[in-house]
């Protein structure tokens, strides 16, 4: 699953987003701005 430029919500949202998408693809890529990658804690 690709999720590309979600930076149109904030970086709050967009961390639940990823943690709920993650649970369902075998590989999950996201296009994220430096300021909203910081605000995720996954591992990448």
Same mark, same amino acid.
């Given at each position: 699953? @690709?999720?590309?430029?979600?930076e149109?919500? +904030?970086?709050d949202?967009? $961390?639940?987003? @990823?943690?709920?998408?993650?649970e369902?693809? +075998?590989?999950l890529?996201? $296009?994220?701005l430096q ?6 804690d996954?591992?990448h």
């Amino acid at each position: 699953m @690709i999720l590309h430029s979600p930076e149109a919500i +904030d970086s709050d949202r967009i $961390a639940r987003l @990823i943690a709920y998408f993650a649970e369902y693809p +075998d590989f999950l890529i996201v $296009a994220l701005l430096q300021e909203d990658a910081s605000a995720i804690d996954v591992d990448h």
